[in-house]
Every structure is written in C-alpha cells, then in structure tokens.
C-alpha cells in the first residue's frame, strides 16, 4: 500500500479521474434525484476506456519527477537548520542583563 500526502492529489491519478468524472456528470446530466445521479456516475465510470486512463498515471510520474527534481535542488540551495533540543543553555534566565516587558 502507498500512502499519499493528504491534499496532493496531484500525486493520485484516481482522484484526478474521479474529479473529471464528477466534472463530466455536471455538465452532461440534467439529474433530479440522487438514484438518477448515482446511475448516471456509474455509467460515467464504465464508459472509460482503458487508454483513457493510462494520461491520469502518467501525468502523476511527470509530476513526481518534477518534485523529485525540485527536492533535489533545494537540498544544495538551502542549507539545513539544527534546532538543538539539548537544555545545555548558556543563558541564565535568573542573572540576565536585558530588561523585562
């Protein structure tokens, strides 16, 4: 199983079909109750050919490869932050010189 970010679903062809599909019953359908939208939803579905899928998979790699390769530059551009959580504190809260607000 793979997991995918939450809120990319630039990285999911299937909700990126999902949201053609949903797309493409808006704008074809004249529906008026919920049991003619779900009827007109899985017509919608059975009518995709399978090549008709392959474009949804492949847009998903180039985007992958794409935030592969800005990832990548990033790691050389930006240099990485060390947040130490160690309590080795030269500062001395008690004897501190700065005024209090």
């Known amino acids: ?33 919920e049991a003619e939208a779900v009827q007109d939803c899985q017509a919608s579905f059975k009518a995709v050919p399978q090549h008709g899928i392959e474009p949804y998979f492949d847009h998903v790699q180039k985007e992958e490869e794409k935030h ?3 990832d990548g530059l990033s790691e050389h551009v930006i240099a990485p932050v060390i947040i130490s959580l160690d309590s080795d504190d030269d500062c001395d809260d008690e004897n501190s010189d700065e005024e209090e607000f």
Not at 4 to 31: D, G
């Open 68 to 70: 592969w390769r800005l």
């Open 1 to 33: 199983m793979l997991r995918l970010p939450p809120y990319h679903c630039i990285f999911n062809p299937i909700e990126q079909l999902w949201a053609f599909q949903k797309h493409l019953v808006r704008t074809k359908s004249t529906v008026r109750t």
